[in-house]
């Protein structure tokens, strides 16, 4: 169809189908401004909207780091749709509920100054080399993260804002000396058990099932048996990284970047300065400081007696060495504006207050050896090269899989890519490299997944690109009874065997109320040893729930274990033994929990009170 279209391109036909389409275009984004189209808001949050590539962000970072913590556990959780549904509805709220606090604290009037929000920009450890801050660094990780450093500011701000409220909130807590007493005598306690273990598995097994059993199961639970939409995807994928590997930089050009980058590795020059500071706008204050300086006073002497920044007052004003990109823009300024040591500058207004700065010492820059940062020097060279091959490679490939639409093959030989193929996946359990959002929509479009074409080139991370197609579709279908059987069989098996597992336990609980010890042995059990269990035993729930039992008796019941299986207790005797060795980590969670419980409360009454709309969210 494509090739058509280009071949008739200069027919009037083809001249007036293109204006009829543009036409709709025009008419379609003048409509979405006019209606408030909501395709890319997630949420809205009074006046405040959650866009659906923040949401989509945010998303990802939580899928990702989940799956890094749980592993298969988390995949295998992700196969279920429902859970996946709940997992985005758990982002977006936390979300809401960011934007919910944020709104708060701004109606309470709380700020956070620039100078707070480059404090923590410099102290945060992943922008530091050797504890010190590094541009390069800081720039690359924004990148990766898909922020620009205003971006990344801003959201450090309101991040800054959030936790003033979240503090004030949750500082607010204590607790009293009666209620960590009686929460320690609760979760001192402990009870005198033993127990008989009803396995599933060995029920299961046990299980005899008829055809017909089997046919109604499978006819009851379709979903169980259904197998999603698939397709079978081809891929070329091209990244800066898997570019490094081929390239080969030469001693030779290392000398010469080292000559033509010289300052680059060379030491920041280093000014050692004092100051004097009058906080606020008293600009008289400061001037008869300065006054006094002019006149001969002791700067040292001076700055401990009227400088009012404390930490420095005591060292006679001295901050040390400084660098640039350090400090306040004003004070650096001026500090580096000095030429000779013992030079003093005016008045220097910063958003502290009024500074006299002293210039005590200079450090000039030196250059490392280049044998000290040749292997740093080749890195460079080979990223630098990889990312310029990568953006050649890039356009050449958004250009061929354009111009030959209906295979990966030309597109793979112009950027020497080896064309990947998968076999009929879904959207669950596909390649991780096919799994971000956008690929999705695009393995998903009617022009790929239906008419055969290439994708567009998609960005799938920093100097990181694919192109896919789709080779083969399947519709949602329900497997028949022949291709499932044994899973059908496993899981009737399963239930049947807990039901009967559950009866067993049932009854032989009721006997053993009744006095007939004879049961156990009537069914082949037996209880085990005695167990002491606390409040942290997944039996907990069960057993501190039973009555505590009279003196020489015994308290029965069942229980389901984490696991499946199904347990007989015998509860013989309960302990209330108490000590406050561990009173202060009681009182502490105590707190924590109350606190807890404050925000809980806070955002539920924000929640009440403002207008709070979700789209879907659902993928």
Do not use: C, W
Request: glycine content about 6%.
């Amino acid at each position: 169809m494509m090739d058509r279209l280009r071949e008739g391109v200069n027919s009037i036909a083809v001249k007036i189908i293109l204006s009829l389409i543009i036409l709709s275009f025009v008419f379609a984004g003048v409509g979405s401004y006019i209606v408030g189209g909501t395709n890319n808001v997630a949420a809205k949050v009074g006046n405040v909207e959650i866009s659906r590539g923040d949401f989509e962000q945010a998303y990802q970072n939580e899928r990702n780091r989940m799956q890094a913590q749980l592993g298969d556990y988390f995949s295998n959780l992700l196969a279920d749709p429902s859970y996946v549904e709940s997992f985005r509805q758990s982002v977006l709220d936390r979300m809401v509920n960011d934007a919910l606090l944020e709104q708060h604290a701004q109606t309470l009037g709380l700020r956070v100054g620039d100078a707070q929000v480059r404090a923590l920009l410099l102290s945060m450890p992943q922008f530091q080399v050797e504890g010190v801050f590094n541009q390069e660094v800081y720039q690359s990780a924004l990148r990766r993260a898909g922020f620009s450093p205003e971006s990344f500011a801003q959201y450090l701000r309101r991040d800054l804002v959030r936790n003033q409220l979240v503090t004030a909130v949750q500082a607010s807590d204590f607790s009293l000396p009666g209620e960590v007493n009686a929460q320690s005598e609760l979760l001192m306690q402990t009870r005198e058990v033993k127990t008989i273990n009803l396995a599933l598995a060995d029920f299961a097994q046990k299980v005899q099932l008829t055809d017909e059993e089997i046919a109604e199961y499978y006819k009851q639970n379709p979903e169980r048996y259904t197998r999603p939409e698939q397709v079978k995807v081809a891929y070329i994928e091209l990244s800066a990284e898997a570019l490094k590997q081929n390239i080969q930089i030469d001693d030779a050009d290392v000398q010469a970047y080292y000559q033509a980058h010289l300052d680059k590795y060379s030491s920041e020059e280093q000014r050692e300065v004092s100051h004097i500071l009058v906080q606020g706008d008293d600009e008289a204050k400061a001037q008869a400081i300065l006054d006094e300086l002019n006149a001969g006073a002791d700067f040292a002497t001076l700055a401990e007696e009227k400088s009012e920044d404390v930490g420095s007052a005591e060292e006679g004003g001295s901050l040390g060495f400084i660098e640039r990109d350090t400090m306040d823009p004003a004070f650096e300024e001026a500090a580096f504006a000095l030429k000779n040591p013992g030079d003093i500058s005016g008045l220097v207004k910063s958003n502290f207050g009024y500074h006299i700065i002293k210039l005590d010492a200079l450090k000039d820059s030196v250059a490392k050896p280049l044998a000290e940062v040749a292997a740093t020097i080749k890195q460079e060279m080979r990223d630098q090269q990889a990312i310029d091959q990568y953006y050649e490679l890039q356009s050449e490939l958004e250009k061929v899989a354009f111009e030959y639409p209906d295979s990966l093959d030309d597109a793979a030989e112009a950027v020497n890519a080896k064309i990947e193929t998968t076999d009929f996946i879904s959207q669950v359990d596909a390649p991780e490299i096919l799994k971000s959002p956008a690929v999705i929509q695009a393995i998903l479009s009617p022009e790929v997944k239906e008419d055969g074409l290439n994708s567009e080139v998609i960005e799938i991370a920093p100097e990181h690109v694919i192109v896919v197609r789709v080779e083969d579709a399947r519709d949602e279908t329900v497997l028949p009874l022949e291709a499932v059987r044994d899973q059908v069989v496993a899981q009737l098996s399963k239930v049947k065997g807990e039901q009967n597992a559950i009866e067993l336990a049932k009854t032989v609980v009721a006997e053993l109320k009744a006095g007939n010890q004879a049961v156990l042995a009537e069914n082949g059990l037996a209880f085990g040893d005695i167990e002491n269990i606390d409040r942290g035993s997944h039996l907990a729930d069960v057993v501190f729930a039973m009555a505590k039992p009279a003196e020489g008796k015994v308290e029965y019941a069942q229980a389901k274990v984490f696991n499946g299986d199904v347990a007989i207790v015998e509860l013989l005797s309960v302990s209330d033994m108490f000590t406050t060795q561990y009173n202060d980590q009681i009182a502490e969670q105590m707190v924590q929990m109350n606190a807890q419980q404050d925000l809980s409360g806070l955002i539920s009454i924000l929640r009440k009170t403002t207008d709070i709309e979700y789209f879907a969210v659902t993928q």
